[in-house]
């Protein structure tokens, strides 16, 4: 998968709000891409003619917000799964290490999966929320926001129906894992040099493909999935979903019968329309607001330059500048950066 890089020079609170806020900026700007995702995997009226007139009938249907349908809680999912997910990826990160402190592309994917399916028990309920905020009619509406989901949810179907389809998430991590390996082992094919070499742009289109294969390879486990989360006997029309079933295996089965094989790939146009764009908004906005933080930290001498402040160690983390710079003060040596503090 495609993910900002770690920066030394951010403390641990700067690159956490740094990756939250594109994400949060990344995830509102393809959100109606998302929308019409979810209702195709759902099977919901609006994807009946196609992909391109699904946004102007839920925009018809439900007016042009419905096309941010459940955004809000999908951002607010981003913050415990992503502090879940690099705790628990560094944990397992480390547990795979050799001796020499080196790991395999392999490994480091598995670990990434492992992390993922972690992070997604924790803020699975986030998700069951958003799934039922984006099928639900705007204009008349069942849920009034994400608390009112999980309350609701949690006292009419049960603590289960939170959690319902989350199995799908655990064995569809492995063509996940699949799809990304297949990628990431074959980048010095693809570009015919080491990856070390790898530009910027190379690194970013690398993600893309590994994103949009894996994803590919995963999509009908989370087709179920969004019909499992989507289905109540307590919404109307039985949450909206296009098939009627009673577990995992006989929705997929009557998936298959109802409207074919390849109808488990329902979304997948939506889905990888959203990559390139997200992504590149994702890194965008991340590098923004990482210029900003380095600048606040004193590494660079403007948040819209990338010139190194003179006279600064950039090898040196955030707390060892500030001592450095706090010695050089009781010493009486002038510093370009004494007078950082003025800047905020």
Known sequence: MATVRRDDRLTGLQGFMCVGFAGIFSKTATAPLEVVKILNQVGSFHCRAGFVHSFARVSCSEGFRALWKGNLVSCLRLFPYSAVHLAAYRKLINLHMDELGCISQWRAICAGSL?????????????VAETRLVVQNMRDPTYRGAL???????????????????????????????????????LDWLWQEPSFRFTPLQNFISGCLAAGLAQTL??????????????????????????????????????????????????????????????????????????VCLYHNGYIVSPLSFQP?????????PNELQEVQRYLSNRGFSSPQNNMDDRW
């Not at 999980?150 to 894992?177: H, K, M, N, Q």
């Not at 402040?309 to 983390?317: F, H, T, W």
């Open 309 to 317: 402040a003179p006279g600064v160690d950039q090898s040196l983390g």
């Open 218 to 291: 995963s999509f009908p486990f989370e087709t179920v999935k969004r019909k499992m989360q989507a289905q109540s006997a307590l919404l109307p029309q039985g949450g909206g979903v296009d098939i009627h079933f009673s577990g995992m295996l006989d929705c997929f089965r009557q998936t298959v019968r109802s409207n074919g094989f390849l109808s488990l790939w329902n979304g997948l146009t939506a889905n990888t329309a959203k990559i390139v764009p997200y992504f590149g908004l994702l890194f965008t906005c991340f590098e923004a607001c990482k210029q």
């Open 148 to 186: 009112h989901v999980l309350s609701s949810v949690y006292r009419d179907e049960g603590l289960c129906a939170l959690y319902r389809g989350f199995s799908l998430t655990v064995i569809g991590a492995a063509p996940f894992s699949l799809g990304c390996y297949m990628v990431y082992v074959n």
């Open 115 to 127: 992390a993922g399916i972690v992070a997604a028990l924790v803020s699975y309920p986030l998700e």
